[in-house]
């Protein structure tokens, strides 16, 4: 690993202790100054850790305080200047699952990735003025600084998504959890409201149309109905009005 003086090729100082050790950089220990390190285009608070875990790839880090991490993450995950509410209930969310999902990542050297995965984190934001924290999303994770949920004093489960058509499901009907006795906040409700929010979110609603001869190719392209082609789909819907399982009933009368 070598750092060199930015933009050039000198070299300040080259540091390689294999897979046993890792290199960690803090800009400034002593808090006289939020120090902010700019890192693929976005800029941090917290330091960094470089591991070298296989041949010449780098592994690298943000470590992060908890309230500092929360607010790189809600406005990514939520609408920057989004009600100050709804925000401060993204803000529990996200710290409630950072904290269930430690050590996630453990075998890859860090806890949590920074994508959908787990939950898009960005930092600080970047050079544009309408891209990361606000001062609006900086509020709420403020006034709700270690708040998480709970359920019968452990921390819950609280997955979330932009958008469900309406409707969200039953986690027993997407990973067979068992919402009866131990997880029963993750059954599926109404939302009356998402529509009410169609031109804030570009994610809902929407359509995708395919033609039966459109639907072959995609099928086919995944190893499936080969020489053959789409002739019906059954479709097994939820009480909710989600769709659970899809057949395909193939011309040649087989079924996938």
């Known amino acids: 690993m070598s750092v060199v003086a930015t933009g050039t090729n000198r070299v300040l100082f080259q540091y390689d202790m294999g897979e046993n050790s890792r290199l960690g950089i803090q800009p400034d220990v002593t808090g006289a100054q939020e120090a902010q390190t700019w890192f693929s285009g976005f800029k941090y608070r917290g330091g960094f850790q470089y591991h070298r875990r296989t041949g010449g790839n780098l592994t690298v880090v943000n470590m992060v305080e908890l309230e500092d991490y ?4 809600i406005c990514y995950e939520m609408g920057r200047e989004w009600p100050l509410e709804a925000l401060k209930t993204q803000a529990v969310c996200a710290r409630t699952y950072v904290l269930k999902n430690l050590n996630k990542h ?3 050297g860090f806890d949590i990735c920074t994508t959908s995965s787990c939950q898009v ?3 600080m934001g970047s050079n544009r003025t309408d891209f990361g924290p606000s001062q ?4 709420a994770v403020a006034e709700t600084t ?3 949920i709970k359920y019968k004093g452990r921390l819950a489960e609280t997955p979330y998504s932009s958008s469900f058509g309406g409707a969200s499901e ?3 009907n997407i990973w067979g959890t068992d919402t009866v006795n131990e997880y ?9 409201y998402e529509a009410d ?13 395919y033609t039966a001869a459109q639907l072959t190719q995609q099928l086919q392209s995944k190893g499936l109905g080969t020489g053959t082609s789409v002739k019906e789909l059954e479709l097994t819907y939820s009480q909710l009005g989600n769709v659970l399982r899809v057949v395909v009933r193939w011309a040649n009368g087989q079924s996938s």
């Open 146 to 148: 270690g708040m998480v």
């Open 197 to 209: 929010l169609d031109d804030r979110n570009d994610m809902s609603p929407w359509t995708k149309t």
């Open 136 to 139: 609006v999303s900086m509020q």
């Open 184 to 192: 029963p906040y993750l059954r599926g409700v109404v939302d009356p």
């Open 121 to 123: 984190y960005h930092g």
């Open 106 to 108: 453990s075998s890859y």
């Open 170 to 172: 039953d986690a027993k």
């Open 70 to 73: 929360v607010n790189g993450v």
